[in-house]
């Protein structure tokens, strides 16, 4: 019996490595690495990429933007994904390791501020959110909520939603500021974990790219300035008037090129660009991003 | 008989090869912690590392204060053994004196079951069942604490305990509890201040490595904790431990940087406590045998 699985075993990997690929048709092994906001439009983007190349497999894995850009460092990925820039502390050590990052904006999103269905608020200004994950704000009563701890959730150091919110909230884009997430802020691995959370704890705040958003949260609509409140929606980050609303980036080394060049021109075609639409994010054109 | 005489050496070689491996594996670990650890503490006080409150590993200036971080894991330890110690001994003392065989086959296997319960599917089960159940429980206001992930923890640390313990109740000879009902004890007695007493150092010996278990376990932790770095005040607070900093920052860490090598000088860390817990349990066990 044993013999017989090590036979069968033994055939399938020769029955693999012989299957023929015609010449001239692209072949190889793509690894796409990093933030755990696109890994679900990344992934869609691959089986929509190898059912047009069909010898050329795609693996997706997220981790985090940091996980990314540390893998494309360490050359254990072709394509990084990234929800922030790249840091000047990162590209000196990509040059010190031989590694030229090149950075490819992708698509758009916007971070959404989640809470709990049955909490009643549903805007908030970005001073409030800062006082929340600064510490500052410990009820939802102080913001006209209901009589509840607020339990501020957000995304591990890995993420770069974490780094992006820190820099845009946490230190209300100020370089000077030197504002930290206050210690009792909960660190999650995962965006999913944050809308598990939040979806059953009434006095839990999350936030999380826009992809990552449905029925089972409620997202926030957020101001700069106490008068306009915008939703995170496809219109209002194209808009450029919600204000949390960033790139998504892809990192190759150096100009992409071969299969890798294939991969990032089919994610700027429509059809890629239809992928992030699907996902819950922006499209680059406003009209892929407009059709139905 | 020359040729048996070649076998025999050979075997005798490579058997005690494989003994010295083992100790050439700990040594290269502990050495590898520590070559990276030493770069750290080249670039970074040892003082605040040690006595730092504070884990900020991506600000600027970064800091890398691991007393949350013990503490974290020390909380999380103690009440997962607060809680797994006497249910497991318990147990034990069940399977091993009192159950009847047919029970003692299903409560064995069970115990075998529980043990390979993948650790994700615990941190499943915490993050969408008991999180939830604790938090309406206690009237918290996040089931995402440490309570949660000891509870989880003691769960796991059951099996090692009750396996090692029934095997040390079991190997008190049994002219000692002869000799106990001899004197007029009862069932109850020879086990309590008989049996026990002689099983003692085996059922220490269960009990620490049932903590290291759970000082080293990781993918609960990190699931179910919530994860905030602070010096927790009660146990029913999100915490972070050690193992679980380790897991969700290696990623991130670009090879070289302060970051990364930070993580080492935490896994030395972890390391040393793990070690002092299985030498306790070590010397209990050769304390049982001698």
């Given at each position: ?29 793509i690894q796409v690495k990093g ?26 894995t ?6 990314g850009?540390?893998a494309l460092?360490n050359k254990t990925c072709d394509i990084a ?212 | ?290």
């Amino acid at each position: 019996m044993r013999y017989y699985i090590f036979s069968a075993v033994i055939l399938f990997f020769c029955a693999c490595s012989k299957e023929v690929i015609p010449p001239g048709v692209p072949s190889g092994f793509i690894q796409v690495k990093g933030s755990d906001t696109i890994v679900n439009a990344a992934q869609m983007l691959a089986e929509k990429f190898m059912a047009d190349y069909p010898y050329v497999y795609v693996a997706v894995t997220g981790g985090g933007s940091g996980v990314g850009i540390a893998a494309l460092l360490n050359k254990t990925c072709d394509i990084a994904d990234s929800s922030r820039d790249i840091k000047p502390k990162e590209i000196e050590m990509a040059h010190k390791v031989g590694v030229d990052p090149k950075e490819h904006i992708v698509a758009f999103d916007g971070v959404a501020l989640i809470v709990n269905k049955k909490n009643p608020l549903d805007k908030l200004t970005i001073r409030q959110l800062h006082d929340i994950y600064t510490g500052k704000i410990k009820n939802w009563q102080e913001l006209g909520g209901s009589n509840l701890p607020i339990v501020a959730i957000s995304r591990e150091v890995s993420s770069g939603t974490h780094v992006y919110f820190k820099e845009e909230v946490v230190q209300l884009s100020d370089k000077k500021n030197k504002d930290e997430f206050d210690s009792k802020v909960l660190l999650f691995s995962s965006s999913q974990a944050i809308v598990e959370e939040v979806a059953q704890n009434a006095s839990a705040i999350g936030y999380l790219g826009m992809g990552y958003l449905n029925d089972k949260t409620k997202a926030l609509s957020l101001s700069k300035d106490g008068k306009d409140y915008c939703f995170p929606n496809i219109k209002n980050v194209l808009d450029k008037k919600y204000p949390l609303s960033r790139s998504l980036l892809m990192y190759t080394n150096g100009e992409a090129t071969g299969i890798n060049k294939l991969f990032i021109d089919f994610v700027f075609s429509s059809k890629g660009q239809e992928q992030f639409k699907e996902a819950g994010f922006v499209p680059l054109k406003s009209d892929v991003a407009q059709a139905n | 008989m020359l040729l048996r005489q070649i076998k025999e050496n050979i075997i005798e070689f490579f058997i005690r090869a494989s003994g010295f491996l083992i100790i050439a594996f700990v040594a290269l670990v502990f050495l590898f912690l520590l070559k990276d650890s030493l770069v750290f503490f080249s670039q970074y006080s040892l003082k605040s590392f040690l006595l730092g409150k504070q884990w900020l590993p991506i600000s600027d200036p970064e800091q890398f204060g691991s007393v949350p971080l013990v503490l974290g894991s020390l909380y999380v330890t103690f009440f997962a053994a607060m809680i797994a110690v006497p249910l497991g001994v318990a147990t034990a003392m069940f399977i091993a004196e009192a159950a009847p065989r047919s029970l003692k086959t299903v409560l064995k296997s069970s115990v075998e079951i529980l043990a390979s319960i993948p650790s994700v599917v615990l941190g499943f089960v915490g993050i969408v069942w008991l999180g939830p159940i604790i938090k309406n429980i206690f009237h918290i206001a996040t089931g995402m604490c440490g309570l949660t992930g000891s509870l989880l923890l003691a769960f796991m640390a059951l099996p090692t305990i009750i396996t090692i313990s029934e095997d040390a109740i079991r190997s008190v000879p049994k002219s000692y509890r002869e000799a106990a009902y001899g004197l007029g004890a009862t069932r109850w007695q020879a086990l309590w201040r008989v049996v026990l007493p002689a099983a003692a150092s085996g059922i220490i010996a269960a009990i620490m490595l049932g903590i290291g278990r759970v000082v080293g376990e990781t993918m609960v932790v990190m699931m179910v904790t919530g994860n905030s770095p602070v010096i927790p005040q009660s146990i029913a607070v999100p915490l972070r431990t050690l193992t679980a900093t380790i897991a969700s920052e290696m990623g991130e860490a670009v090879k070289g940087s302060l970051h990364y090598e930070s993580l080492f000088a935490v896994g030395l860390v972890l390391f040393v406590i793990t070690f002092i817990i299985n030498f306790i349990a070590d010397l209990c066990l050769h304390r049982q045998k001698g």
